[in-house]
């Protein structure tokens, strides 16, 4: 039985409901990044660590929603204050206590964020920190990186199908890591820079960390060329309580915020400094118009403060040493095996790499992750590129299982050809 056989075997229940959503959803899916070849598990429940699919299965799930869900499946403490709000109310015409509360509590941890708005995705937050740098600059460019990843609106997705060509124009992709190639890249543009967007640790890029200095090196750029300095941290944000510019002492101008902030909710945030933010306030005229029915919603942000209340510096320091654990385990395995594999780890946030070039997962439309469905079938959940996040509830014996699991997909991905799997 190949692999794709065995999967289907053990999911006939999510197979069908995959069948059947493709009548009503473009590819069966409303979301591209939960898409997996030959269809992905459907979801029915999920406690702590575990995640139940709808044909009785269960995975650890080291990937958490895409990194959003950092104390794991229905925390009692989120669930309870999210019953205590829903029972108040769900949403309102009018700003509640409770956003107010979530903002002090950001601003608290991180110093650079003098006020802030609150969105309902990580893309709006971005698009709007860009949107606040260039009515504060007065400029229209945006450099960004390679292999980074902001969101899904236009000018971040330039180049891609249903974006039109004008929008390339208005953006510049920098080489990561490399001061002189970023200088080049910029030359000539300076007066047109508005801001330069980085995520201080890449997510989609590899957990790809800043070598030293290069933080330093933006910074000094950003203030040089009259620009904005906007961190994209709405994954970084959870390798410390103060996120990534804790952690490597740069302060940016602006930062992006979602996933944990939100408890697993759909809520986002953007703030900095406060003559910048200042461009949103509403009692002046002229004022950035920035509207939203959910933006600050009180579910979310309750959500979002009872997770953030059970992020101490204790939390932060247990998921550091799980993922070195987890990394230092996974490295063992890999040269005693002998697999042309590696991985890479920062916080409780890793990357599995293939191949001597050091390749992620990443595989073409209809084609199955055989990591990802090696795990699957082991038991475990990360994203099919190869990356994933540790939760609190993780304990010592996860994360080692979870090392083995990889370690034993890696050796027979290297061992079985890929049209066999």
């Known amino acids: 039985m190949s692999l794709v056989d065995d999967y289907r075997a053990r999911t006939p229940r999510s197979r069908s409901l995959f069948e059947r959503a ?16 030959p269809y992905p598990p459907y979801a029915a429940s999920g406690s702590g660590l575990v995640v139940t699919d709808v044909d009785g299965n269960t995975y650890r799930d080291f990937l958490g929603n895409y990194t959003s869900l950092i104390l794991g499946h229905a925390h009692p403490a989120v669930v309870a204050a999210v019953e205590a709000q829903v029972r108040r ?3 309102f015409a009018a700003p509640t206590e409770t956003e107010v509360e979530l903002a002090e509590e950001l601003r608290r941890r991180v110093p650079s964020i003098e006020h802030l708005r609150f969105t309902s995705s990580g893309t709006e937050a971005t698009m709007f920190a860009i949107r606040a740098a260039r009515a504060f600059t007065g400029r229209p460019l945006i450099a960004k990186f390679d292999h980074s990843y902001h969101g899904t609106h236009d000018l971040v997705m330039a180049g891609t199908p249903g974006v039109p060509d004008a929008i390339s124009g208005l953006i510049v992709e920098l080489p990561w890591g490399d001061p002189a190639g970023i200088e080049a890249a910029l030359r000539g543009r300076a007066s047109e820079l508005a801001a330069i967007i980085l995520e201080p640790v890449q997510g989609a890029g590899g957990v790809r960390a800043p070598e030293p200095g290069f933080l330093e090196f933006l910074r000094a750029l950003a203030d040089r060329l009259g620009a904005l300095l906007i961190f994209d941290e709405i994954i970084s944000f959870r390798i410390a309580p103060g996120g990534a510019q804790e952690v490597f002492g740069v302060r940016p101008d602006l930062t992006t915020l979602g996933k944990i902030i939100a408890g697993g909710y759909p809520l986002a945030a953007f703030g900095g400094r406060a003559d910048v933010m200042a461009i949103f306030d509403a009692r002046q005229d002229g004022a950035v118009s920035h509207g939203g029915t959910f933006n600050g919603n009180p579910v979310g942000a309750a959500a979002g403060l009872a997770t953030l209340r059970e992020l101490d510096a204790g939390a932060y320091r247990r998921l550091d040493a799980l993922g070195a654990r987890l990394a230092q385990r996974l490295a063992s395995r890999i040269t005693a095996d002998g697999v042309t594999a590696r991985v890479a780890q920062v916080g409780s946030l890793f990357q599995v790499f293939r191949g001597e070039a050091g390749a992620a997962f990443a595989v073409g439309a209809g084609q199955p992750s055989e990591l990802y469905l090696r795990l699957l079938l082991d038991g475990f959940l990360i994203a099919p590129r190869g990356m994933g996040a540790i939760p609190t509830v993780a304990t010592d014996q996860d994360v ?8 034993r997909a890696l050796v027979a991905i290297e061992k079985v050809p890929v049209e066999a799997a």
């Open 22 to 37: 493709t009548a009503s959803l473009p590819g069966g899916s409303t979301r591209t990044t939960v898409y997996s070849a």
């Open 400 to 407: 080692d299982d979870l090392a083995d699991a990889i370690g």
């Open 89 to 91: 109310g769900s949403a």
